[in-house]
């Protein structure tokens, strides 16, 4: 008997007409927007729903579910080292990183694609959280230890961690390129890298105000090292975008 029937030619197909219709797909959905966008997005929803649980709950039972404490940490609350990566302590907070993370994550995934940027936003967010942990904890319990590297019983939130990846990755490939420090002061990349770390961390030891330096520190090591593997793997390519962008 003649072949003439072939099943895997038939599942193209079927694949094929679900994409010309319009039929739903998952990836396709996804796909509408930058992975930039879709972070952007689930950070306001937990932005929200935390507020309004905080109103059900009590403020103190949601952070110590959501948000990255030390000791908590050392007690088993591992998980927190993801959930804070989307949570912000107040509107100010969210705002500062969104706006931070819209313009900067956005021109990174275009240099990197979308799955290098999805795992390099959230390894180093997790790597951002672990340097807090422990540096606070084993570090962090005398007054002068905790204005350095936070206290062991405080709480973090926010995603700044994971920015200052994005911020080292591009100090790195784009030095020169220019940026807006707290919106207003033109910098170079690397400086403003430099500038925003050592501002935040002088601002914690002289006034006692409670910046994630660690996580910063951290998060901007992680974006670093992979600038740099990518810089060796990729010479020619990551040459011409530091010229491209030198301002």
């Given amino acids: 008997m003649e072949k003439w029937f072939d099943p895997k030619f038939e599942n193209n197909y079927r694949r094929y ?26 950070n306001i929803i937990v932005f929200i729903f935390a507020l309004l649980f905080m109103g059900i709950f009590g403020s103190d039972k949601i952070l110590s579910f959501l948000a ?46 979308r799955k290098r940027f999805f795992w390099l936003y959230m390894i180093s967010g997790i790597v ?25 019983d405080i709480y973090a939130v926010g995603a700044s961690g994971a920015i200052f990846a994005i911020a080292g990755l591009l100090a790195v490939l784009t030095p020169k390129l220019r940026v807006y420090v707290f919106f207003v002061i033109p910098m170079q990349m690397w400086t403003a890298v430099v500038f925003l ?10 006034a006692g105000l409670p910046f994630g330096n660690t996580a910063h520190f951290g998060g901007l090591l992680v974006g670093v090292v992979y600038a740099l593997y990518l810089r060796n793997k990729y010479r020619r390519k990551t040459q011409l975008i530091a010229r491209y962008f030198s301002g």
């Fill in 17 to 42: 007409t679900r994409k010309r219709l319009g039929g739903f797909s998952l990836e396709n959905f996804l796909r509408k927007f930058s992975v930039t966008t879709w972070i952007i997005i689930i």
């Fill in 68 to 113: 990255l404490q030390p000791v908590a940490f050392f007690n088993g609350a591992i998980w927190t080292l993801l959930t804070s990566m989307f949570m912000h302590g107040n509107f100010t907070h969210l705002l500062v990183n969104m706006i931070s993370l819209f313009f900067l994550g956005n021109f990174v995934e275009k240099l990197i694609g």
């Fill in 128 to 152: 951002a959280g672990l340097f807090f942990v422990f540096l606070a904890y084993f570090l962090g319990n005398t007054d002068f230890g905790a204005r350095i590297f936070g206290s062991p």
């Fill in 197 to 206: 770390l050592v501002v935040l961390w002088a601002a914690s030891i002289g």
